[in-house]
T-cell receptor, first 110, second 110 residues
Framework: QKEVEQDPGPLSVPEGAIVSLNCTYSNSAFQYFMWYRQYSRKGPELLMYTYSSGNKEDGRFTAQVDKSSKYISLFIRDSQPSDSATYLC??????????FGPGTSLSVIP | EADIYQTPRYLVIGTGKKITLECSQTMGHDKMYWYQQDPGMELHLIHY???????EKGDLSSESTVSRIRTEHFPLTLESARPSHTSQYLCASSVGDTQYFGPGTRLTVL
C-alpha cells in the first residue's frame, strides 16, 4: 500500500463549480499537510499548508485535514478555467522528507 | 515566484551519452532536491542536499549522481543515458517545510 493515495481523476467540471480533491494516507506520524498546484510544463507551486486537523481557508481555496480518518481534502469554490492544473497533496512527519501523492488532473470548462 | 532555474528545459539524447542537468537558485536555501516525475505518478525523490558538500540518495534508486560545491548550484549527472532514464526531472529548494520547484527538465533518451 502506498503511503499517500490520491483520487486519480482526471476531473472535468464547469466553470463556477465547487471542486473537491482528496487524499488518504497510512502513516499516522504525518503532521504537516500541503497542497501543490502544477500547471502543464511547470514545476509544482505551494498552494496551501496546514499542520492541524480542521479547515484552513485562503480565498476560494479551503484545505481540510481529518487526522483521525487520515484524510485530507482541498475544496475550490467558484472554480475558474485558470484553476485547470494538476493538484498534488503532500505530507511529512516532523523529521522526515515530504511525500507527494500522484496528483489529480483538473479541467475547468468555461 | 520562486527564483529557481533549470536548464535545459527539454533534452533529447542518444543512449550512452553523458548528460548534466543544471539547477540554480538565488534564494540562498541550504536544502535542495532532485525529483523524478512520470505522468500520473507521484514525485520520487532521487537526491537531496542539506548544504555545501552534503549529498544523499533519495528513496528512488537512481543511476545519477549530484554535487553541491556552491549553495546556489545543484547539478545532476547521468554518466551513460539509457531509455529507462526518460522522464521529467524537477529540482527544488526549501526553507522550512515549503519547497520551491524549478520548471523541470524533460529528458528523452532514444
Amino acid at each position: 500500500q502506498k503511503e499517500v493515495e490520491q483520487d486519480p481523476g482526471p476531473l472535468s467540471v464547469p466553470e463556477g463549480a465547487i471542486v473537491s480533491l482528496n487524499c488518504t494516507y497510512s502513516n499516522s506520524a504525518f503532521q504537516y499537510f500541503m497542497w501543490y498546484r502544477q500547471y502543464s510544463r511547470k514545476g509544482p507551486e505551494l498552494l496551501m499548508y496546514t499542520y492541524s486537523s480542521g479547515n484552513k481557508e485562503d480565498g476560494r481555496f479551503t484545505a481540510q485535514v481529518d487526522k483521525s480518518s487520515k484524510y485530507i481534502s482541498l475544496f475550490i469554490r467558484d472554480s475558474q478555467p485558470s484553476d485547470s492544473a494538476t493538484y498534488l497533496c503532500a505530507m511529512k512527519t516532523s523529521y522526515d522528507k515530504v511525500i507527494f501523492g500522484p496528483g489529480t488532473s483538473l479541467s475547468v470548462i468555461p | 515566484e520562486a527564483d529557481i532555474y533549470q536548464t535545459p528545459r527539454y533534452l533529447v539524447i542518444g543512449t550512452g551519452k553523458k548528460i548534466t542537468l543544471e539547477c540554480s537558485q538565488t534564494m540562498g536555501h541550504d536544502k535542495m532536491y532532485w525529483y523524478q516525475q512520470d505522468p500520473g505518478m507521484e514525485l520520487h525523490l532521487i537526491h537531496y542536499s542539506y548544504g555545501v558538500n552534503s549529498t544523499e540518495k533519495g528513496d528512488l534508486s537512481s543511476e545519477s549522481t549530484v554535487s553541491r560545491i556552491r549553495t546556489e548550484h545543484f547539478p545532476l549527472t547521468l554518466e551513460s543515458a539509457r531509455p529507462s532514464h526518460t522522464s521529467q526531472y524537477l529540482c527544488a529548494s526549501s526553507v522550512g517545510d515549503t519547497q520551491y520547484f524549478g520548471p523541470g527538465t524533460r529528458l528523452t533518451v532514444l
